[in-house]
């Protein structure tokens, strides 16, 4: 059954909902050109000075970053990446979406049914935060597919495998369906491959841009779940997602574009991410700390969920 929803009204006023609606497109353009930005100096520092250590903090930064481009598809989702829909659109797919094997076209009714219905039985990332509290030993094992690349094995394969399931009338419809998904990937994959190929080696394309992908990448993505709604108190809106401080070394390796301000994103879905710690701050000031979900690192929140 659906609770009833706190609104945006109800926690803040006029004035201050008007100043976290605002959009500044020039600020996703900046985040678009340094997420990428960062990503090619993860290729060159590697390509250039060959070693274990400059390959694994190659692996960080280009997953983080991979990571990062996830959090600005979520926000053009949300239509909230640029001012221009059409653009808004077509930027949150080709440059951020399709090049990690996303697309908003299913992500975005997914997502906002998950807004809708956030942590009850119809939720769809229910199954996410259900099994919480779980023990260490299964978390160490969980970590363990994340750095091996299992946990990603199984991700790709169930996207691709339901991309090629796809039911069609015939063959040829079946073909068109199927292209219709996954055209955006092979075509934006193939450029990356291209330019790494041009400007570095070919075989970066799947040391640096897969590995990360399958590995750190994998591992971010369960933390984020873990701490936005993962044993939280589930009473109210105020707390069953929550926000959790990070110093700026922890934004920048797994919480990048503010994703640590899950509360604030799920009451104010028209909030931009650089405008969700304004948010954070006015709900503060009228007063509604105490009911808020908050955490003040991801470690203290994996230790509450690794309890049982």
């Known amino acids: 059954m659906e609770s009833m929803k ?3 009204q109800d926690v803040l006023n006029e004035l201050q909902i008007s100043e976290i609606r605002k959009k500044n497109d020039f600020r996703n353009i900046f985040a678009l050109l340094f997420d990428w930005g960062l990503m090619v100096f993860g290729l060159y520092i590697f390509y250039f000075y060959p070693s274990p250590l400059t390959f694994m903090l190659s692996v960080i930064i280009i997953g983080s ?3 990062a481009l996830a959090v600005l598809a979520h926000d053009g989702a949300h239509n909230l990446l640029f001012s221009n829909l059409r653009v808004n659109d077509f930027i949150s797919q080709w440059f951020c979406a399709y090049p990690i094997f996303q697309d ?14 956030t942590e009850t039985d119809d939720d769809p990332d229910l199954t996410l935060s259900a099994p919480f509290p779980i023990s260490k030993k299964s978390f160490m094992r969980k970590v363990a597919r994340d750095m091996t690349g299992l946990t990603g094995y199984k991700r790709y394969k169930a996207s691709l495998s339901s991309i090629l399931m796809t039911e069609a009338s015939n063959p040829l419809d079946k073909i068109k369906k199927i292209w219709n998904k996954i055209h955006g990937f092979l075509i934006v994959n193939t450029l990356i491959l291209i330019l790494i190929s041009i400007f570095f080696h070919w075989s970066l394309y799947f040391l640096l841009w897969w590995v990360p992908a399958f590995t750190y990448y994998s591992l971010i993505i369960r933390i984020r779940n873990i701490a936005e709604h993962c ?5 109210s809106d105020f707390d069953k997602t929550r926000t959790t ?3 700026f070394l922890v934004r920048f390796l797994m919480a990048p574009h503010r994703v640590n301000f899950h509360l604030e994103h799920h009451l ?6 650089y405008n969700l710690p304004k948010a954070h701050s006015m709900m503060i000031e009228n007063g509604y700390r105490d009911k808020m979900c908050l955490e003040d690192s991801y ?3 994996l230790t509450k969920a690794v309890s049982a």
């Open 245 to 247: 401080r990070a110093t």
């Open 268 to 273: 104010f879905m028209m909030c931009p991410w």
């Open 6 to 8: 706190i609104k945006p």
């Open 104 to 117: 908003n076209r299913v992500y975005r009714p997914y997502h906002l049914k998950h807004h809708r219905f």
């Open 231 to 235: 044993v939280t108190p589930g009473e």
């Open 65 to 67: 970053r991979q990571f």
């Open 299 to 301: 470690r203290s929140v």
